[in-house]
Protein backbone atom coordinates (compact mmCIF):
# COMPACT_ATOMS: atom_id res chain seq x y z
CA UNK A 1 0.00 0.00 0.00
CA UNK A 2 1.04 3.87 -0.56
CA UNK A 3 2.68 4.71 2.50
CA UNK A 4 1.15 8.20 1.69
CA UNK A 5 -2.05 6.50 1.77
CA UNK A 6 -1.26 4.05 4.57
CA UNK A 7 -0.17 6.93 7.51
CA UNK A 8 -3.94 9.40 6.26
CA UNK A 9 -5.73 5.58 7.49
CA UNK A 10 -3.73 5.18 10.72
CA UNK A 11 -4.10 9.07 11.59
CA UNK A 12 -8.18 8.36 10.89
CA UNK A 13 -7.98 5.72 13.35
CA UNK A 14 -8.15 2.72 10.87
CA UNK A 15 -5.73 -0.29 11.56
CA UNK A 16 -3.79 -1.39 8.37
CA UNK A 17 -2.44 -4.65 8.13
CA UNK A 18 -1.96 -7.14 5.51
CA UNK A 19 -4.27 -10.18 5.27
CA UNK A 20 -1.56 -12.46 7.59
CA UNK A 21 -3.12 -9.73 9.75
CA UNK A 22 -7.17 -9.98 9.37
CA UNK A 23 -6.81 -13.98 9.14
CA UNK A 24 -3.97 -14.49 11.68
CA UNK A 25 -1.90 -16.38 10.07
CA UNK A 26 1.58 -17.71 11.37
CA UNK A 27 4.86 -16.59 9.67
CA UNK A 28 4.96 -19.89 8.00
CA UNK A 29 1.81 -20.05 7.11
CA UNK A 30 1.72 -16.66 5.84
CA UNK A 31 4.88 -17.60 3.74
CA UNK A 32 2.97 -21.06 2.29
CA UNK A 33 0.25 -18.48 0.77
CA UNK A 34 2.71 -16.36 -0.70
CA UNK A 35 4.76 -19.39 -2.46
CA UNK A 36 1.14 -20.63 -3.35
CA UNK A 37 0.70 -17.55 -4.93
CA UNK A 38 3.88 -17.16 -6.74
CA UNK A 39 3.29 -20.62 -8.30
CA UNK A 40 0.27 -20.38 -9.76
CA UNK A 41 1.39 -16.68 -10.88
CA UNK A 42 4.12 -18.49 -12.87
CA UNK A 43 2.44 -21.17 -14.03
CA UNK A 44 -0.36 -18.90 -16.05
CA UNK A 45 2.47 -16.66 -17.00
CA UNK A 46 4.83 -19.41 -18.53
CA UNK A 47 1.92 -21.15 -19.98
CA UNK A 48 1.11 -17.41 -21.97
CA UNK A 49 4.58 -16.71 -23.07
CA UNK A 50 4.91 -20.26 -24.34
CA UNK A 51 1.51 -19.94 -26.10
CA UNK A 52 0.49 -23.27 -24.54
CA UNK A 53 -3.31 -23.68 -23.72
CA UNK A 54 -4.70 -24.68 -20.64
CA UNK A 55 -6.03 -28.12 -21.96
CA UNK A 56 -2.67 -28.61 -23.82
CA UNK A 57 -0.96 -28.06 -20.10
CA UNK A 58 -3.66 -30.36 -19.07
CA UNK A 59 -2.07 -33.56 -21.49
CA UNK A 60 1.30 -32.79 -20.76
CA UNK A 61 -0.03 -33.32 -16.49
CA UNK A 62 -2.37 -36.18 -17.42
CA UNK A 63 -5.12 -34.01 -15.90
CA UNK A 64 -7.79 -31.70 -16.62
CA UNK A 65 -8.07 -28.06 -18.22
CA UNK A 66 -10.37 -27.28 -15.48
CA UNK A 67 -7.37 -28.73 -12.71
CA UNK A 68 -4.73 -26.74 -14.83
CA UNK A 69 -7.30 -23.28 -14.47
CA UNK A 70 -7.44 -24.15 -10.58
CA UNK A 71 -3.37 -24.03 -10.43
CA UNK A 72 -3.72 -21.11 -12.13
CA UNK A 73 -6.07 -19.58 -9.30
CA UNK A 74 -4.47 -21.29 -6.63
CA UNK A 75 -6.75 -23.02 -5.29
CA UNK A 76 -6.18 -24.87 -1.92
CA UNK A 77 -7.21 -27.75 -3.52
CA UNK A 78 -3.60 -27.98 -5.60
CA UNK A 79 -1.22 -29.43 -4.31
CA UNK A 80 2.60 -27.90 -4.27
CA UNK A 81 3.64 -30.50 -6.05
CA UNK A 82 1.61 -30.80 -8.94
CA UNK A 83 1.91 -26.58 -9.15
CA UNK A 84 5.97 -27.58 -9.92
CA UNK A 85 5.28 -30.08 -12.00
CA UNK A 86 3.44 -27.76 -14.39
CA UNK A 87 5.99 -25.56 -14.47
CA UNK A 88 8.63 -28.42 -15.06
CA UNK A 89 5.99 -29.30 -17.81
CA UNK A 90 6.03 -26.38 -19.64
CA UNK A 91 9.98 -26.11 -19.68
CA UNK A 92 11.10 -24.26 -16.17
CA UNK A 93 14.58 -25.68 -14.66
CA UNK A 94 15.45 -25.55 -10.94
CA UNK A 95 16.80 -22.20 -11.34
CA UNK A 96 14.05 -20.39 -12.84
CA UNK A 97 11.77 -22.13 -10.70
CA UNK A 98 13.74 -20.64 -7.48
CA UNK A 99 13.46 -17.57 -9.53
CA UNK A 100 9.68 -17.22 -9.21
CA UNK A 101 10.08 -17.81 -5.65
CA UNK A 102 12.78 -15.04 -4.82
CA UNK A 103 10.95 -12.36 -6.79
CA UNK A 104 9.31 -9.95 -4.83
CA UNK A 105 5.65 -10.10 -5.33
CA UNK A 106 3.25 -7.68 -7.25
CA UNK A 107 0.47 -7.69 -4.40
Do not use: C, F, Y
Request: aromatic letters at 2%; charged letters at 20%; zero cysteines.
Amino acid sequence: MDPNKQARLAAAGWKVGDAADLLALSPAEAELVEIRHRLAQAVRTVRVEHHVSQAQLARILGSSQSRVAKIEAGDRSVSLDLMVRALLGLGLGHQELAGWLGAKSAA
